[in-house]
């Protein structure tokens, strides 16, 4: 198989040679339940910790085990090689974390011809050769951060972006979304040249001072993630601009949260980890109990989002939106 191409290594072939057929068919129950892997980048972000807590809860719950496992780096190759380590142990299924989303066809497309159900979870592939998709709707959650933000500023004055880097699609989705509401329904808001930060704090809250010099009616900044967020909100204070120019950062991890009650931030645009952990396993369940024909998942699954400022943050609701280690 071509799975054994794509990662050089001897245990890799055998794996290939020895995995059964036909995904789409349901697979009994082993006498110790099923078994799936998850496989992830970055696996030691708090979103994923927080997703874990609520895919492991509904693990028990169906009788699953699971195998969690990830990179530590954001790097495909790595990604790809703990996928082969998860795969090398002949899991009834695998959800699957794709960080490229070309990288990761044709190994999807390979196990799941030899027997192996492939779900991808929070990113997507190009070609959907996969069972399901599950994750945020970046485009639509970048479009209603526009219309809270727009509100928050009186529809009027600069604003500017930041984001990762320019061949990062996630983080793109975020801001274009943004951006074609504001470009389309507010025309007394300015979007400055869209600045790309690199997930790097420090050059956030230097492109962060650089432009708030140059554009002394800066109203609001709109980072993709957390690095760009604590940057700006660093240089801002250090301005005395802290609460004068809004800012809206994208994820809802525990120390962005902390900003976010200091009034560093003003609002977060927070994914639900715990809902898609929660969905991921259900929908696993459902194809090896099922079989994939049967079992009739739709393609597109997205989980909300929530826009939390100071004056929700502590409702009961908000709760699941924040990516909290604490499984409690």
């Not at 072939?13 to 496989?39: I, S, T, W």
């Not at 994923?48 to 895919?55: G, S």
């Not at 001072?209 to 609001?220: E, K, R």
């Not at 250090?238 to 809206?248: D, P």
């Amino acid at each position: 198989m071509r799975l054994c191409r794509l990662i050089a290594g001897a245990a890799v072939v055998a794996l290939c040679a020895a995995m059964p057929a036909h995904a789409q068919d349901k697979k009994p129950r082993p006498e110790g339940g099923y078994n799936v892997g998850f496989v992830t980048a970055s696996v030691g972000l708090t979103f994923y910790q927080a997703m874990k807590c609520a895919a492991e809860a509904t693990a028990k719950d169906h009788g699953v085990n699971l195998i969690w496992q990830g990179s530590q780096s954001i790097s495909p190759r790595d990604e790809l090689q703990v996928l082969q380590a998860v795969a090398s142990q002949s899991p009834d299924g695998i959800l699957l974390v794709p960080w490229d989303s070309t990288a990761f066809i044709a190994p999807t497309k390979e196990l799941i011809d030899a027997g192996t159900p492939v779900i991808t979870v929070d990113g997507s592939l190009t070609e959907p050769v996969d069972i399901q998709n599950i994750r945020t709707s970046n485009l639509e959650a970048g479009k209603q951060a526009a219309h809270d933000l727009a509100k928050m500023i009186g529809a009027k004055g600069s604003v500017l972006i930041l984001t990762a880097s320019p061949g990062n699609a996630v983080q793109n989705e975020r801001w274009a979304g943004f951006k074609e509401v504001l470009d389309k329904e507010y025309p007394d808001v300015h979007l400055l040249d869209v600045q790309y930060i690199e997930s790097n704090a420090s050059k956030a809250a230097s492109v962060t001072a650089s432009v708030l010099t140059a554009n002394p009616d800066l109203a609001a900044i709109y980072a993709t993630q957390d690095a760009g967020a604590e940057g700006a909100a660093n240089a801002l204070r250090s301005a005395g601009k802290r609460g004068e120019v809004k800012v809206v950062g994208y994820d809802a991890t525990e120390r962005q949260v902390e900003l976010l009650k200091a009034g560093d931030l003003d609002a977060l645009v927070a994914q639900s980890p715990r809902q898609l952990g929660k969905i991921m396993v259900e929908s696993m369940v459902k194809v090896l109990e099922e079989g994939r024909e049967a079992a009739n998942l739709p393609y597109q699954v997205f989980t909300p989002v929530k826009f939390l400022t100071r004056d929700n943050i502590e409702d009961d609701d908000s709760k699941g939106y924040i990516y909290s280690p604490n499984c409690e």
